[in-house]
């Protein structure tokens, strides 16, 4: 289970899915966009909750080991999702031609 901090809050959320919602995180701040993502997680009274949150280039997260009592969270769904997204943001842009470097030294 994973702890994640994120804008003066936290909840828990299982391994798998803290490791997409990073991977995404740090894909939509790679592509200087935002976006919003659903998946199960916790509060702090161990209550399974539906949460959503909004994450774009600027977000500070944290995301660390949290020993628990709670069962580990899974949702495959979620993180088939967060791969989805994260793959499509990192996919590269048909025609499109990054600038030629020219190192005048």
Do not use: H
Not at 27 to 55: H, K, Y
């Amino acid at each position: 289970m994973r702890r994640i901090i994120y804008a003066g809050s936290w909840f828990y959320t299982g391994d798998a899915i803290a490791e997409a919602f990073i991977q995404y995180a740090a894909a939509l701040a790679r592509a200087e966009t935002a976006g919003v993502i659903e998946f199960p997680g916790r509060n702090a009274d161990g209550d399974v909750q539906r949460l959503q949150v909004l994450i774009g280039p600027a977000s500070q997260l944290i995301a660390e080991d949290a020993d628990v009592e709670w069962p580990e969270i899974n949702s495959p769904e979620a993180v088939d999702r967060m791969g989805r997204l994260t793959a499509a943001l990192e996919a590269p842009i048909p025609g499109y031609q990054p600038p030629l470097l020219i190192d005048n030294e």
